[in-house]
């Protein structure tokens, strides 16, 4: 299928600490992306996007890097705090229409 | 500005039933994704739809089945419930036709017996 996964990976950080969630994804005809945050009992919250004519964006905390060449997608969160623990999903789009796909998801944890 | 709102949030069903989904996207929005989130598979798409046509459909059986309406608002039915079917369903709504933000909202917990 599409989405694979049983194994969550897991990414813990010191408070105050910069955290980096790396994803891969599949398709090279992908050409836009989003980060989305979930938290336990809701629903994933969007983040960041980012679309494949650019190789950085930036937001609050929040830096999306963009390798096309490798099929990499990178989150970068600065002094990341406990409310920034949650599972990180990236989700590529194919260009048609609005179905994403969705990685795996990086379980992150802040340590307090 | 409201989000995306679903409902309802929880279900309990028993296989055999049949089971109908709801979800109202952000005021503005015309295009409505629903997704199954499971363990095992993560966060699957099922269909999407735009102005009222599906305009795409993920590998899911006949048993899965959507409609939108004219002010954009979302249905998705599941017929003849299986134990596999227990998943959050979400459901996403963007303003674009396509490669535009999609946002969720809190999903519906189904849990069949």
């Known amino acids: 299928g599409e989405s694979v996964g049983l194994h969550l990976p897991t990414l813990s950080v010191q408070e105050g600490d910069n955290s980096i969630i790396n994803c891969a994804y599949s398709n090279s005809a992908s050409d836009y992306f989003i980060w989305y945050k979930q938290e336990s009992g809701k629903g994933p919250q969007f983040i960041i996007d980012?679309?494949?004519?650019?190789d950085k964006r930036q937001g609050q905390r929040v830096t999306v890097l963009l390798n096309k060449t490798v099929k990499h997608l990178s989150l970068q969160i600065a002094a990341t705090q406990p409310g920034d623990s949650a599972v990180y999903f990236c989700a590529e789009n194919r260009g048609a229409g609005n179905q994403f796909y969705f990685g795996t998801g990086t379980s992150l944890t802040v340590i307090p | 500005k409201a989000g995306v709102t679903q409902t309802p949030r929880y279900l309990i069903k028993t296989r055999g039933q049949q089971v109908t989904l709801s979800c109202s996207p952000i005021s503005g929005h015309r295009s409505v994704s629903w997704y199954q989130q499971t363990p095992g598979q993560g966060l699957q798409f099922l269909f999407e739809y735009f102005s009222e046509t599906q305009r795409n459909k993920g590998n899911f059986p006949g048993r899965f089945s959507g409609r939108q309406f004219s002010n954009s608002r979302s249905e998705m039915n599941v017929s003849t419930l299986e134990l596999g079917d227990s998943a959050l369903y979400l459901c996403?709504?963007?303003?674009?036709?396509?490669?535009?933000?999609?946002?969720f909202g809190q999903g519906t917990r189904l849990t069949v017996v």
């Open positions: 996403a709504s963007s303003r674009l036709q396509t490669d535009t933000e999609a946002f």
């Open positions: 980012i679309r494949s004519n650019m």
